[in-house]
């Protein structure tokens, strides 16, 4: 019978290709942000203009949904029909002002006062790796990746010291996460020695270029033009080494925070194919 339609115009994945396309990125690199295939991000393509009704991609880019008409207003009169369209929507829209308004007092209310939103919130990708990955930043919730809940949900460790990241490394680890803020108090070679045993290495806010410089590695057999991040963004660059040669990513965290922050977890997870201390093909 196959997989039951998605009640959407598109699947959740659809919709991220979508947002992707709307950036103009090319197949090859919806694949990379996505960690598919390029078949993969040719399929979905080929689906979202199919779904959509266009036949190009800038099309499908510029495309918004249509907005509804109720079925009773075809029954009305010309005359009467979009007079009492207004009312009504006036009316609607009254209420839902109403309604938004004593949401935010509310909001307002139950966060001591705080207005801010925290896009972070969100729900995370089931993590093969959870409990085996360990992030190292400052003691300041509004510096992570995700969510304290989040991070916890996703079996990711959060430490605030260069010691405490030493104490739940352990030969179980297959990712280590360091912001650039919290790079200084590192020492360079045990982080390297992370990496030589194939320990997969990401880190925050820091450029592929910088990698020598920042945390004092030297990736090999990585191919790839990966350009310099803004420091005004949230970024990261995730590096490996395997038997079989070496990997590399690098991407934002701010353009799509829910997808982009699962898309680090499945790209960590596929990076650390080899257990700590290395192995076989």
């Not at 139950?110 to 360990?134: C, H, I, K, M, Y």
């Not at 701010?254 to 194919?273: C, E, G, V, Y």
Request: include cysteine; charged fraction near 20%; glycine fraction near 10%.
């Amino acid at each position: 019978m196959g997989r039951p339609r998605h009640p959407d115009i598109l699947t959740p994945r659809e919709w991220e290709v979508l947002a992707l396309l709307r950036e103009r990125l090319t197949n090859e690199q919806i694949a990379s942000h996505l960690g598919i295939t390029m078949d993969g991000a040719k399929y979905h393509v080929s689906q979202i203009l199919a779904k959509l009704g266009v036949s190009t991609r800038e099309e499908a880019a510029t495309w918004r949904p249509a907005e509804r008409r109720s079925w009773w207003t075809g029954l009305l009169p010309a005359s009467l029909r979009w007079v009492t369209i207004g009312k009504i929507a006036g009316v609607t829209l009254l209420v839902a002002t109403a309604i938004g308004i004593g949401m935010l007092a509310l909001g307002v209310l139950a966060t001591g006062g705080s207005e801010e939103d925290d896009t972070r919130q969100f729900g995370p990708a089931l993590n093969p790796l959870a409990g085996r990955e360990v992030y190292l930043t400052a003691d300041d919730p509004s510096l992570l990746i995700a969510s304290l809940d989040v991070l916890d949900q996703s079996g990711i460790m959060v430490v605030h010291s260069f010691a405490d990241l030493q104490a739940s490394v352990d030969t179980t680890t297959a990712a280590i996460i360091i912001d650039r803020g919290s790079a200084l108090q590192l020492d360079r070679g045990w982080v390297r020695s992370q990496y030589e045993q194939g320990v997969v290495i990401v880190g925050i806010g820091i450029n592929m270029s910088e990698m020598p410089s920042v945390l004092g590695l030297s990736p090999v057999g990585i191919s790839g033009d990966f350009g310099s991040y803004p420091e005004s963004r949230r970024f990261y660059s995730l590096i490996s080494k395997q038997p079989c040669g070496g990997g590399a990513a690098q991407d934002f965290l701010d353009l799509h925070p829910q997808s982009q922050f699962n898309l680090l977890i499945h790209r960590m997870a596929n990076h650390a194919t080899v257990p700590n201390g290395g192995g076989e093909c």
